[in-house]
């Protein structure tokens, strides 16, 4: 997907310069061709001489270096490139870059480029959270910037939280969409994901031990292939990809909503653990002891079937529907059922008996249930599992 294109990657300088390195080798493996920018804050954590040799390619730094001007001015430098990418984006070059400031090379050549821009903000977690950190992300995103990441984790300074940049393969992934050229461009796909939250007062609730990995993973994997995600997610543990429309919900009518809202799709997969009843007498006010020593009685009314009443819908209707289904038994003949109950296409079928650890676990092992039958796949990353399944529903919509 990325043989041949051209990266301008401006590296700015904070800690994670040094990843920078990583992304040039990874780029240059896939077949792109890297022309690498360094700031001068950049320079005190990278050398301008390890930079160039890893992308073979020199490394421009001074917006007066008159030879550059006269082999390549800093007009045709930003537009030479099929994308730039700013990593790490510091938050000063945030700044500059939502203010349209253009007082060195790297910020020139942002100013001056027609090409898209991908940033991988990389900063402290105060810093990250700074109101004026957010106001100039808002802005950049209004302005058609895209963001990968920051990750959320331990930092170099000792802290912990979102501000840490996004890892190499995820900068890599978000370049591919951006550059959107893959067998899903031009298609919209809906995913759900996550578990559901039914309340049962204002502070309680029944939920699912659903993280949300496989949904957020399929969303990632849809969204390398270039298409565009609509995500409804439930309050999932692991975060949403970045590069998708995320549209957060938290019970199973709300999630109804949200997907008849997204609607039409080219396909729909439908992997949110949705809660199957909502408690009908949730309390307004928080629940108390009455003293007599009797529990309260909960009563359930039924959630909405959201799958099937897409997989039913008629007009309207994704060409593909996918539905998954989490069994702890005799799962081909369960989900074979379910597929034919359901009326959707397929039906991602796995185990999630405790002893298996799937369920908020790595890894996954799933059979896939069609009109043809029953296809089981080894036990895979579920990253792995969703890049499958993403080339599968591609192949489906050709
Ligand atoms: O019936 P069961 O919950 O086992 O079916 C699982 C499949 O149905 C999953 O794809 C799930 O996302 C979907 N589902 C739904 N709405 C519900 C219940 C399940 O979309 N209320």
């Not at 995103?141 to 940049?165: I, T």
């Not at 298409?227 to 938290?250: K, Q």
């Amino acid at each position: 997907m990325l043989a041949d294109k051209r990266i301008l990657l401006i590296i700015g300088g904070g800690i994670a310069a040094y990843k920078a390195l990583d992304l040039i080798r990874r780029l240059r493996e896939h077949g792109a061709r890297v022309t690498p920018v360094l700031t001068r804050a950049g320079e005190e954590f990278v050398t301008p001489l390890s930079v160039s040799a890893l992308a073979a390619q020199k490394v421009y730094r001074d917006l007066f270096d008159l030879t550059d001007e006269a082999e390549m001015g800093h007009i045709e430098l930003s537009r030479a490139a099929d994308l730039v990418v700013v990593a790490p984006a510091t938050a000063d070059l945030m700044g500059k870059m939502a203010s349209g400031l253009a007082g060195d090379l790297a910020t020139t050549l942002l100013l001056a480029t027609d090409k898209r821009v991908l940033i991988a903000p990389s900063m402290n977690v105060r810093m990250w959270e700074h109101p004026a950190t957010q106001r100039n992300l808002a802005q950049l995103q209004a302005d058609g910037v895209m963001v990968v990441g920051p990750g959320v984790g331990p930092m170099a300074c000792g802290e912990f939280g979102p501000g840490r940049m996004a890892e190499v393969p995820e900068i890599v992934a978000a370049i591919g969409a951006a550059l959107g050229d893959g067998p899903l461009k031009g298609r919209h796909v809906l995913v759900t994901s996550g578990p559901t939250h039914e309340p049962i007062d204002p502070v309680r609730y029944i939920a699912n031990r659903s993280s949300g990995a496989q949904g957020a993973a399929l969303a990632g994997a849809l969204r390398d292939l270039g298409a565009r995600v609509s995500f409804v997610t439930g309050p999932a543990s692991v975060p949403a990809p970045m590069g998708v429309d995320v549209i957060a919900v938290e019970t199973a009518q709300q999630m109804a909503d949200a997907v008849a809202a997204a609607l039409p799709a080219d396909a729909a997969v439908f992997a949110a653990a949705v809660a199957d009843w909502r408690v009908a007498n949730a309390a307004g006010q928080k629940m108390k002891k009455d003293g007599t020593g009797r529990p309260p009685m909960l009563e359930f009314a039924e959630n909405p079937d959201i799958l099937a009443r897409v997989a039913q819908m008629g007009e309207g209707r994704p060409r593909l529907v996918v539905g998954f289904a989490a069994e702890t038994e005799t799962v081909v003949d369960h989900a074979t059922a379910k597929r034919a109950r359901k009326g959707c296409d397929w039906i991602v079928a796995n185990d999630v008996s405790p002893e298996t650890g799937i369920m908020g676990g790595a890894e996954n092992a799933v059979m896939l249930i069609t009109d043809q039958g029953a296809e089981s796949w080894p036990r895979l990353p579920k990253a792995e599992v969703a890049r499958r399944l993403a080339l599968r529903i591609a192949d489906a919509l050709a």
